[in-house]
């Protein structure tokens, strides 16, 4: 330590850099206390001021998580963005992951590609859910899979979850609820920074997998009623909305958990009831403008509910309406 520390101050960049995560990271365990975060990001900060890439992708995850700093995702973004264009594969993926958030598909299908292709674990489950949603590229469960198992084999949580959901749903593979459950059982002991998350959100599919409450397989439509639902008349309203400022022919109006292939997302219109108490998955419905309506809320998604977006087929926040 005392060399690393001499190294440091003598301005060696990677001394700069390795010193800041022992403070960060190793320090605390090793030696208890808080974490000195202002020295850490002073160390970060003179180590990007030569063109450390790790340096830049470690305040980053500082400013993307909050820690020491104020969270700031758009810092993050530009942190992150430093990083990968110097060729760190997990600045990479978080880079994808963090335009995936701020919905610029565009730019995380771009990103999460270069993840996958410099084998970054994280990116590439990223990649995998842009596919499953067609984000940023066209749907293909058979591609989303594909880049799920990667991760996972890796060692990805998430990814491990996302295989056992497309087991559930019945998502480009026959439905298998002892598969869905073997996965997520995998998923609930993987360790990560979001195991709370993870296993919360793996115990409801799992309960309702030995509760026998299996979903419909994909695409295969069920009665499609607004009768009962939660925001059934927040659905109406702005279904007939819709409906009133339309032209020409409508979407049909078969009902399901998916639209038919083809159709138009932006003739989707999704009510999120953010008063439900569930911190996960709040009960979501989608319609569209010649009737039918999509329950989502049962669905295993990858991105359900996550920071308050609908997972419909609405273009996003409306004033007026959590959709």
């Known amino acids: 330590m005392d060399i690393l520390v001499q190294q440091a101050d003598s301005g060696d960049a990677e001394a700069q850099f390795l ?17 000195d975060y202002a020295k850490a990001i002073d160390l970060y900060n003179r180590a990007i001021a030569q063109g450390h890439a790790g340096a830049s992708f470690a305040l980053g ?11 700031d995702l ?5 942190l992150y963005s430093v990083a990968a264009k110097a060729g760190h594969a997990e600045a990479m993926g978080w880079l994808a992951a963090s335009y995936f958030a701020i919905r610029d598909d565009t730019f995380a299908f771009i990103w999460a590609n270069k993840a996958a292709e410099a084998g970054d674990a994280g990116g590439t ?12 590229t066209e749907k293909d469960y058979t591609k989303a899979m594909e880049l799920f198992h990667r991760a996972a084999e890796a060692g990805e949580c998430h990814a491990l979850m996302n295989v056992g959901g497309l087991y559930y749903n019945g998502d480009g593979v026959p439905q298998d609820g002892l598969e869905a459950e073997r996965w997520f059982q995998k998923a609930k002991n993987c360790q990560s920074e ?13 309960g309702r997998i030995r509760d026998g409450q299996m979903p419909e397989p994909l695409r295969e439509a069920r009665p499609g009623s607004t009768e009962g639902l939660i925001g059934a008349a927040v659905i109406a309203a702005i279904a007939a909305a819709a409906a009133a400022a339309a032209t020409g022919d409508g979407p049909s109006g078969v009902s399901g958990h998916d639209p038919p292939d083809g159709e138009w997302k932006a003739e989707f219109w999704c009510y999120t009831d ?5 911190p996960v998955n709040k ?25 308050g977006w609908c997972d419909g087929f609405g273009l996003g926040p409306k004033l007026g309406f959590n959709q």
């Open 274 to 278: 953010f008063s439900d108490s569930h």
């Open 19 to 35: 010193l800041a995560l022992y403070l960060q990271h190793s320090k605390p365990m090793l030696e208890g206390g808080e974490v």
């Open 61 to 71: 995850r500082l400013y993307d998580k909050g820690l020491g700093v104020k969270e």
């Open 74 to 78: 758009q810092k993050a973004i530009e």
């Open 194 to 206: 979001d195991a709370a998350f993870i296993s919360e959100y793996t115990d409801k599919f799992l």
């Open 283 to 307: 009960p979501t419905y989608c319609k569209n403008r010649s009737g039918g309506v999509w329950d989502r809320s049962g669905l295993f998604d990858p991105c359900a509910g996550v920071d």
């Open 125 to 136: 489950n990223v990649l995998g859910v842009l596919h499953h949603k067609g984000y940023g």
